[in-house]
Structure formats: structure tokens, C-alpha cells
């Protein structure tokens, strides 16, 4: 009965929204995920516009890897694995034990239909550009929001640490998070420019998301790219910010050894830092106290307080909610 009735009400939030425009999210991994799931129980999801990093992405021996954005397909498509936050639930390992049996060091555990996106992925990149990739598969899953990659052009984000200079997923997975880290840098940012659709989102937008994915690894590669950037602190007043961060510690991921590599303060005031020029608002959460409030209020930055915890679909849809009315969406 309490089911039935939490559906009933959905149907009539997302009524509301029709005809409202498009909501843009700009979004990584697991935080973005997760309020991406939220955000299509309570806003039209052909009103969604979500802007992917795409720097984690890399050619695999079988075909294009695109982390960021397979985790939001799954997740738009209702098939992501809840365990991990990436890949698809319930999927086989058979190709990925078979390689292992063989001798060669596939690191990441990859399942057999993840793979089947990523060999599409890689065969289709010979004769289209990533953006038109993506709005293939897209529709292929039946998705009807957006999802559109920041560019097509190579952007790489580079980690140099005491074990050299890694990428994203050799540093998670393969070293396990554990080397020192130096410096963090996006290869081929400064040639790179954003798929003409994010940009033209951007200027349509109602409001703007800053979703809580890793702001150095997944937020500031979308948003150090030139036209998205320009287009973003025009937008400034319409966009707001969520906190990936409660009292110093990552929601998930290392994201405070990142922060203190950039000689930022561990913290939400050092993510308020990073945002300052592009969001009005922030999103954290109702643990951080008043002192954190007026340092974030000093960057001309409202502040907002909520649960920004999302373990379970109740407050995923609570968060979306409260940013919908935040952005008087």
C-alpha cells in the first residue's frame, strides 16, 4: 500500500514537470548515478540532459571503455549493478575468467554484456564520432533522456604518483588507490572541444546540476572545457551544486587525497571552492556545521542543508526533489 501510494504521487511530481525544460546534470560516476536515478522518478526523463565525463575512457584490447557513461546508460535503463555502481547486475564473468585462464591480465573485471557495449563501442568509433555513438546506444536501451559525452575529442585524466603517472583506473583498480599522489592533470584538455550538444543544453537549460561524482576526476574535466565552461558562468545563477562530501570524508572514492594533491582543504569548502564561478548554490549536508556554512557563504555561494546520503531509492528521490525546488524547477 505505502508503495502503491509513493508511485501514485511520482506520477503526479512528474506530471507537474511536463512541459517544463530541459534539466541538465553534469555527472560521473556512483553520487551522479545514484541522483540520476532519483531525478527520473521525479522529473520527465525526456526533460534530462546528462553531460558525461568522459575522461576515464580509454580503447581496451575488445573495444571502447566509457566508465561514466555505461554506469549512467545502466542506470537510465534500470540495469546497473547496485553493488558495485558500475557494470550491469547479474551479468557473467566467462570472458573475463577465460582471459585470466589464458594468461592475459585483464584487471578490470569486466562482465560479458558490459563487454558487448564497449565492442559495439569500439566498431562504431571507426565511422562516427563518440556523441553520435552514444545517441546510438542510447536509444537502443530505450533511454529517453539525453546522454551526451563532453567531447569527442581525447581528454585523459593523468594521475602522477610515487608508482609514475596512471590513469584513473590503474590508480583505483590496479594499485587499489593506495600510491601517493602528486599532481592530477587532463591530457589533451586544452585542444579538446565539447560536443556542440552539450554546450547547446547548456544555453536551453531550466537549471543545472552539478551532480556529487567526484568533482576532480568527473566534474572539473567537463567543466575546464573551454565552450562548457564559458556557457556555465554565464548560467551561474541557474546552477547548483551537490556536495560529494560529509565532514571530510568521500562519500566514496578517494576523492580527499585528490583534493589535498590540488592544495585544496579536504573538504566541502574546498569543493565550494572548485564551483565558486559556476554554481550560486550548494547542495550539503545537515552534519556540517556553521563555521563550514559562512566559510561557503564567503564564496558567494548559498548554502543549502539536506541528507545528501543516498543509500536507499527513498532518498535518492528525496535529494532530487529538494534540488528541483531549490532550482524552482
Known sequence: MVREKLLIYLEK???????????????GGTGGVKLIQGLKEVYPEEKLAII???????????????????????ALSNEINEETWYGIKN???????????????????????DRAMHIQ???????????????KQRKALGIKALVIPMSD????????????????????????????????????????KACEKATEVIKKAKGIIIAPSNPITSILPIIN????????IKKRNKCIAVSPIIK??????PLEKFLRAEKLEPSVCGVAKLYKDFASKIVIDTEEDELTTKKIKALDIEVLKTSIVMREKEEKIKLASFLLEALGA
Open 248 to 253: 571530510g570524508k568521500a562519500i566514496s572514492g
Open 13 to 27: 511530481k512528474k506530471k507537474m514537470f511536463l512541459g517544463k525544460s530541459m534539466l541538465v546534470v553534469l555527472s
Open 52 to 74: 558525461a565525463n568522459t575522461a576515464d575512457d580509454k580503447w581496451l584490447a575488445h573495444g571502447y571503455f566509457s566508465p561514466d557513461i555505461d554506469s549512467i546508460l545502466y
Open 225 to 232: 572545457l573551454k565552450e562548457i565552461k564559458n556557457e556555465l
Open 153 to 192: 575529442d581525447k581528454v585523459t585524466t593523468r594521475i602522477e604518483t610515487s608508482q609514475g603517472i596512471l590513469d584513473l583506473q590503474e590508480f583505483l583498480v590496479k594499485f587499489k588507490a593506495l600510491p601517493k599522489v602528486k599532481k592530477i592533470f587532463y591530457e589533451g584538455i586544452y585542444k579538446a
Open 121 to 135: 563501442r569500439g566498431a562504431l568509433l571507426k565511422k562516427m564520432k563518440l556523441c553520435e555513438v552514444i545517441e
Open 91 to 113: 551479468d557473467s564473468f566467462a570472458t573475463h575468467e577465460r582471459l585470466l585462464k589464458l594468461g592475459y591480465d585483464e584487471y578490470l573485471k569486466i562482465g560479458d554484456i
